[in-house]
């Protein structure tokens, strides 16, 4: 069987490597170097506390195995000096007002359910939907 020639593929046209012209981005999407340090910032204190963890373990456990092996392959990204006291109290900041957010919004969600919850999501709290 003979594979089908270009005339013979729905439309006549042969395939192509690129797209149509004027479809393509000029150039394409470029990192935001901002998030990218923030991200390292983060990395650095989740490496940190993978390296506290492996003690409680023990590096000979199965557990302590795994984090050892994670905390291998994590160290290569996170470059000398990305953590810094500073950014580790930032970064604890973050987790504590994001914790604090969600646990509002648990509290509402938890007094709306015990109030019936008659109101829809927007709509505020003892406002019956139409």
Same mark, same amino acid.
């Given at each position: 069987?003979?594979?089908?020639?270009? %005339?013979?593929?729905?439309?006549?046209?042969?395939?192509? +490597?690129?797209?149509? &012209?004027?479809?393509a981005?000029?150039? #394409?999407?470029?990192?935001?170097?901002?998030?990218?340090? @923030? *991200?390292?910032?983060? $990395? #650095?204190?989740?490496?940190?506390?993978?390296?506290? =963890?492996?003690?409680? &373990?023990?590096? @000979?456990?199965?557990? *302590?195995?795994?984090? $050892?092996k994670? $905390?291998?392959?994590?160290?290569?990204?996170?470059? %000398? #000096?990305?953590?810094?006291?500073?950014?580790?109290?930032?970064?604890?900041?973050? =987790?504590?007002?994001?914790?604090?957010? +969600?646990?509002?919004? =648990?509290?509402?969600l938890?007094?709306?359910?015990?109030?019936? #919850?008659? %109101?829809?999501?927007?709509?505020?709290? *003892?406002?019956?939907? %139409?």
């Open positions: 069987m003979q594979a089908p020639t270009p %005339a013979a593929v729905p439309g006549g046209q042969p395939p192509t +490597a690129q797209p149509p &012209f004027g479809t981005n000029a150039t #394409g999407p470029t990192p935001n170097k901002g998030y990218e340090a @923030a *991200g390292l910032q983060r $990395l #650095g204190s989740v490496v940190k506390s993978l390296e506290e =963890m492996v003690p409680m &373990f023990g590096a @000979a456990s199965e557990h *302590g195995k795994e984090v $050892l994670a $905390l291998n392959i994590l160290v290569k990204l996170v470059p %000398a #000096g990305s953590t810094t006291p500073a950014s580790e109290r930032s970064n604890i900041e973050n =987790m504590a007002m994001k914790n604090t957010q +969600a646990n509002a919004q =648990m509290q509402a938890k007094q709306r359910q015990a109030q019936g #919850g008659g %109101a829809q999501p927007g709509m505020p709290p *003892g406002a019956q939907a %139409a």
